[in-house]
């Protein structure tokens, strides 16, 4: 009987997937992390399972079943067959740094405290198999993938495509799905040079991406700059050094007082409707 983790796997059709798959393969939920209104559902339908919420997750704030986690040191040689993960993860990090205050001594000091918390939730869950929702990209659901890789766990992820009525089975997300590389691979090796016709479905996403920007943004993107304040929305995905443009100009001009580096720790403003 597979032990299976489900990470963030939400919506309520992942309910059904597990007791599909707890009757077809004898997979047996035993964590899962997901929204807290989801919890008590997920209790009563699979009894045993350990609902984690996933805001609880992402803090390392751990479930009444999970509170006397063993927390062990992270040696050296550990670390440095994590070394290329704290590379990835740091980079991830980009997007929770929007006014430049997040340096490398806290995002690593960000990335052990996930690497010990999270070696120790599986070491307690000891699952056969993670199931995963998407790809990791919230830090935490791509250290669960890393762990599981370097233990040699199985890992299943689904890729998204434009078409949301469309998932794609994977392992790997550096590498993606298979099926489309096999797929993609026949379809190369028949080309005879013709001219393809497309549904209009994937005409329209092509039309979509041709087009600006702004047009092409996915909708949680779309959302996620309405949520935001506009001073950060305005200053985040561009890739510029923000803290050049703040003091540069002053010292060439000589007209106002240079700013100190440490006048971006007060981040407040940035908060104000």
């Known amino acids: ?3 299976v983790a489900y990470i963030t796997c939400d919506s309520p059709e992942w309910h059904d997937i597990a007791q599909r798959m707890l009757h077809r393969a004898d997979w047996r939920p035993v964590y899962w992390i997901c929204e807290p209104r989801v919890q008590e559902a997920l209790a009563s339908r699979f009894p045993g399972v350990i609902t984690h919420s996933r805001y609880d997750a992402y803090h390392l704030v751990s479930p ?9 040191p992270l040696d050296e040689p550990f670390l440095h067959d994590m070394a290329e993960v704290q590379t990835i993860a740091l980079k991830m990090m980009d997007v929770m740094d929007s006014v430049d ?4 001594n806290a995002r690593r000091r960000h990335f052990h405290q996930r690497l010990q ?3 120790a939730v599986l070491t307690v869950t000891r699952p056969d198999l993670c ?3 998407f790809s990791g990209h919230a830090i935490y659901d791509y250290v669960v993938y890393e762990l599981c890789r370097y233990y040699g766990l199985r890992t299943i992820m689904f890729e998204t495509t434009f078409n949301w009525a469309l998932y794609l089975a994977m392992e790997d997300p550096l590498v993606g799905s298979g099926e489309i590389r096999d797929t993609y691979a026949e379809l190369l090796r028949r080309d005879d040079g013709s001219d393809v016709t497309l549904s209009p479905f994937c005409e329209a996403y092509l039309a979509r991406l041709r087009g600006s920007y702004g047009g092409a943004l996915p909708w949680y993107m779309r959302q996620q700059f309405a949520d935001f304040p506009q001073e950060i929305a305005s200053t985040m995905y561009t890739g510029e050094d923000r803290r050049q443009g703040e003091t540069a100009g002053r010292a060439e001009t000589g007209v106002g007082p240079r700013r100190r580096w440490t006048d971006r720790l007060d981040v407040r403003k940035y908060f104000r409707r």
């Open 131 to 133: 199931v995963f929702a």
């Open 117 to 119: 918390y999270w070696r």
């Open 101 to 104: 205050a997040f340096d490398f």
């Open 1 to 3: 009987m597979p032990r």
């Open 64 to 72: 009444p079943a999970l509170q006397q986690l063993p927390l062990e």
